[in-house]
């Protein structure tokens, strides 16, 4: 008995080394870091440097029949100013990227024709395509900067689809 139990063990052990002795590796993937070293007042926190902003949907009957028709869908977001050091006194921020001039959006590149996103400071003033914000005060350490988003037509005829526009944004600090 003693003799049977001490084989089987044996043999347990030795299937499970050879399982181990037998595992392959195989190529999972890559994973890319990515960071940036800065000497500004502050740092935008990594939660709002890039981030997506969904305007959800509208129906295409909210453009009516005219160009500059605004979605009446104001989408809040936000910008986080972190660690920030006293230094400066405010902060003013520029929104760039494709824009339709003539109603102060950007221009989407979604499959959606005649639609444009435009941006708003926390006043509820439409902020122009690389015109810079108001200034804020900044305190020291944490600052929250609020915005808000919503969809112009920007031509008399809107079609449906999505609406896609991206905007870069740089701080002037003073």
Known sequence: MKKTFFISTIAALTMGFTTVANAAAVNGGT?????????????????????????????????GAKAGTKAQNLTPFELVLEQCDGKSATAAITFTG???????????????SGVGVYIMDN?????????????????AESNVLPFMADMISVSDAVTVGSVE??????ITYA
């Not at 939660?47 to 909210?62: F, R």
């Not at 494709?98 to 959606?112: D, F, I, P």
């Not at 006043?123 to 305190?139: I, Y």
């Open 165 to 170: 526009a991206t905007a870069n944004f740089t």
């Open 31 to 63: 994973i890319n870091f990515v960071g940036k070293v800065v000497d500004a007042a502050c740092v935008v926190s990594t939660d709002t440097a890039n981030q997506t902003v969904d305007l959800g949907q509208v129906k295409v009957s909210a453009f």
């Open 98 to 112: 494709v824009q339709n001039a003539t109603y102060n959006a950007l221009t989407s590149t979604g499959t959606a």
């Open 123 to 139: 006043d509820g003033s439409v902020l122009a395509v690389g015109t810079a914000s108001k200034p804020v005060a900044l305190k």
